[in-house]
């Protein structure tokens, strides 16, 4: 038996669920004309039930893929304080990730925004990491 294409849009992912969720989906942004993928997505439910997702995004740095770019693109405020990471995207995320990161003000409700720069890198050079919870 043949499969069928699907003309189109290809299948939402779990990676597009999470993006979604954490109001990072390039849909979302309309006529920005550009838009980050996250090295790692991770779309879970807690205990009761609900949607959360966690991502990760690495940035080189520089002027066309760095911390200010990617905080434009997505209209995020700069990071203000030094906060830990919340166990359960520690826990989501494979890989070490750091013990804490620098907060982004509140900004969706539901979504921590985390920046850790990356020292003697290029400008900008940062990893961030996003826990949001839906409804």
């Given at each position: 038996?043949?499969?069928?294409?699907?003309?189109?849009?290809?299948?939402?992912?779990?990676?597009?669920?999470?993006?979604?969720?954490?109001?990072l989906?390039?849909?979302?942004?309309?006529?920005?004309?550009r838009?980050?993928?996250?090295?790692?997505a991770?779309?879970?439910?807690?205990?009761?039930?609900?949607?959360?997702?966690y991502?990760?995004?690495?940035?080189?740095?520089?002027?066309?893929?760095?911390?200010?770019?990617?905080?434009?693109?997505?209209?995020?405020?700069?990071?203000?304080?030094?906060?830990?990471l919340?166990?359960?995207?520690?826990?989501?995320?494979?890989?070490?990730?750091?013990?804490?990161?620098?907060?982004?003000?509140?900004?969706?409700?539901?979504?921590?925004?985390?920046?850790?720069?990356?020292?003697?890198?290029?400008?900008?050079?940062?990893?961030?990491?996003?826990?949001?919870?839906?409804?």
């Open positions: 038996m043949a499969a069928a294409l699907r003309l189109g849009h290809p299948p939402e992912t779990d990676s597009d669920r999470a993006e979604r969720l954490a109001g989906h390039h849909d979302q942004h309309p006529g920005i004309g838009y980050y993928i996250p090295a790692q991770v779309l879970s439910r807690t205990a009761d039930g609900k949607p959360v997702a991502l990760h995004y690495v940035l080189r740095g520089g002027d066309d893929a760095g911390l200010d770019d990617f905080c434009r693109t997505y209209n995020l405020p700069r990071p203000s304080s030094p906060a830990p919340p166990e359960d995207l520690k826990a989501a995320l494979p890989g070490e990730e750091p013990a804490e990161g620098v907060l982004l003000p509140e900004g969706q409700p539901g979504r921590q925004v985390f920046v850790v720069e990356q020292p003697g890198g290029r400008p900008g050079a940062a990893d961030v990491y996003i826990r949001a919870a839906g409804s």
